[in-house]
């Protein structure tokens, strides 16, 4: 978190990570609110990108390369106001793997979609972030 201090700073926290999944967390507060009564849309994104994110490196670290990371592209969407708990969950570890081995097999970066879903207490779906990470040998 020492690389993210404004995700921190919002609340956002890693509660769950292993080789297949990440899940964060965050509180709706003060000082990640928007002017609609529900939790600010970039705080989502910081929480959803690091379920995603903390894959990434935690994979990269385990190959023992030297691989650069970066978020090409992303997509969101919105269903219900964010309030309460949000966890947010990225299941993708496998598409990681292979990007890794193809990027160590060929020499040549990679790209690949990953998804985390945001949910309320309730268990309803509050928000869908798609990150697209690029990843190559350094």
């Known amino acids: 978190m020492m690389k993210l201090p404004a995700a921190w ?8 990570m292993d080789e297949n999944g990440c899940t964060t967390a965050v509180r709706y507060r003060w000082i990640n609110q928007n ?3 529900s939790m600010f849309w970039a705080v989502q994104g910081m ?4 379920a995603t994110g903390a894959l990434v490196m935690g994979k990269i670290k385990s190959s023992g390369k ?11 969407s919105f269903s219900k106001k964010a309030k309460g708990r949000i966890i947010f969950s990225c299941q993708e570890g496998g598409k990681i793997d292979y990007a890794i081995a193809r ?3 060929t020499g040549e970066g990679q ?8 949910v309320d207490e309730a268990g309803d779906t509050v928000s869908v972030f798609d990150f697209e990470w690029t990843i190559k040998l350094k």
């Open 66 to 76: 030297r691989i650069s990371m970066l978020v090409a592209n992303n997509k969101a």
């Open 103 to 105: 990027t160590i097999e």
């Open 9 to 16: 700073m919002c609340g956002v926290r890693v509660k769950q």
């Open 35 to 37: 002017p609609f009564g």
């Open 47 to 50: 929480a959803a990108e690091l």
């Open 111 to 118: 790209t690949f979609w990953m998804q985390a879903r945001g």
